[in-house]
């Protein structure tokens, strides 16, 4: 599947990383990352699956039409750790 520099973004923002935290989990420049997500550049295959993979373990599932979301078991650990748990 391909994923869009768009995903890219979103997912990103959906576990709250920062490009920076991305880079270390990802094995990946930071300025390449944010050269990625504008639109910039074109990854090379390998440096988009090492940032795939780290999305995907941080909780990120990518979905065919575009669709980026969170696992809904992430989702209930992050609600828990954060005390937002609905008790």
Known sequence: MNVTSAQLRGARAM???TRQRLAVAAQVHRQSIGDIEMGRVQP??????RLVVALE??????AEGGFVAIKPAKMEFSAIASGKSGQ
């Open 57 to 62: 373990s941080g909780g990120v599932v990518f």
């Open 15 to 17: 576990l709250g990383w």
């Open 44 to 49: 090379q295959r390998g440096t988009m699956q």
